[in-house]
């Protein structure tokens, strides 16, 4: 149980595109998604926090504007990447809390590996 | 100060070595502690929650030392699966209800 999928797995676009990344929570509700980046050889940063139904919370340095977090639904949360620029590519990984495990217990998805050309 | 500190490796054991990682953490209000794993270009996965009175799974052994803000993980005959970074993560304090991540630690197991 706690599966939490993430589609795509990889994409590739070009310089000024927009970039649309899902997250599901399959056999859970997620009351809150976490979007993180992890840039290689770096630790998971967190870019966001998404409770259901409302606006993200996004941490100090991420443009809201840019990375674009939607939350509409208890087992999906979406991060559009607009305009996407080379230095985004990166790795990008959620995860989901709620109604599986611990109260502090993260699934995570298996990530998303963005390249902008 | 990072907010998580681990070194980095790697490090390169022979099978059924036993090794030893270590972490520490800056916020001494960080409420829960847990070791994940992350295989190469894949989501790190929870190995094991970190309890103060220390936990044992299998193989795996973690353990908690408040007073020092430090995290520890024992791996005991260690397997060629073993390898992976090993990633240490807190949980809670000034933060709020938020994981914070250290850089991991690479384990290479080989033969």
């Known amino acids: 149980g706690a599966v939490v999928s993430q589609h795509p797995s990889w994409v590739i676009c070009k310089s000024g595109t927009s970039v649309k990344i899902e997250c599901r929570s399959l056999d859970f509700q997620a009351t809150t998604m976490f979007w993180y980046r992890q840039f290689p050889k770096q630790s998971l940063m967190l870019m966001a926090t998404s409770n259901e139904g409302s606006k993200a919370t996004y941490e100090q340095g991420v443009e809201k504007d840019k990375f674009l977090i939607n939350h509409a639904s208890l087992t999906l949360s979406t991060l559009t990447v607009t305009s996407a620029h080379p230095e985004d590519s990166s790795f990008y990984i959620c995860?989901?809390?709620?109604?599986?495990?611990?109260?502090?217990?993260?699934?995570f998805g298996p990530g998303t590996r963005l390249t902008v050309l | 100060r990072k907010e998580v500190e681990q070194d980095p490796g790697p490090f390169n054991v022979p099978e059924g070595a036993t090794v030893a990682f270590n972490c520490t953490y800056s916020?001494?209000?960080?409420?829960?502690f847990f070791w994940y794993r992350q295989d190469c270009r894949k989501e790190p996965k929870l190995l094991m929650s970190v309890y103060s009175s220390g936990n044992e799974d299998g193989r795996f052994t973690a353990q908690l030392n408040r007073a020092s803000q430090y995290i520890s993980l024992l791996i005991r005959d260690s397997k060629l699966s073993d390898s992976a970074t090993y990633l240490c993560v807190v949980n809670g304090g000034g933060g709020g209800n938020k994981l914070t991540f250290g850089t991991g630690t690479q384990l290479k197991v080989e033969l």
């Open positions: 995860s989901a809390r709620g109604t599986a495990g611990g109260p502090d217990t993260q699934y």
């Open positions: 916020n001494s209000a960080s409420q829960s």
